[in-house]
Structures are given as structure tokens and as C-alpha cells.
């Protein structure tokens, strides 16, 4: 069973933009964890700006460290 990293409501960057529009956000607050897929935990984001949502894998993101 995988343990996620991320917690509801951290911000995090994704990590591989190549697979993106480039006019997806590249930054997005965690709102649920969800079950493992090919053993990697997956959560599902949102970006408020943009207005987007998006189901990402935790080896797809880093955390974002605010100032």
C-alpha cells in the first residue's frame, strides 16, 4: 500500500509540463488523495486562477515552497 506525501489543501508544481497545453497551469492545490495506479499514489488537484482541475500521480509533482 503506498502512503501519500501530499496533503489536502498543499500546493504543488507538476513536474512534467512536456504532456501540457500551454495553457495549463503548472501549479495546482492538492483536494483529494486517491487510490494508487502503477503503485504510485494520485491525487486530484485544482487550480483556482485558471479554473482548472486535473487527477495527477505523485511521482508527476513536487511540493511548492511559498515565501
Do not use: C, W
Request: hydrophobic letters at 40%; charged letters at 20%; proline letters at 7%.
Amino acid at each position: 500500500m503506498s502512503i501519500h506525501r501530499f496533503t489536502v489543501g498543499q500546493a504543488v508544481r507538476l513536474t512534467n509540463l512536456a504532456v501540457l497545453s500551454p495553457k495549463a497551469a503548472s501549479t495546482y492545490t492538492v483536494q483529494a488523495p486517491l487510490p494508487a495506479r502503477d503503485n504510485s499514489p494520485q491525487y486530484r488537484l485544482y487550480n483556482e486562477e485558471f479554473k482548472q482541475g486535473r487527477v495527477a500521480m505523485e511521482r508527476d509533482l513536487e511540493p511548492v515552497l511559498l515565501a
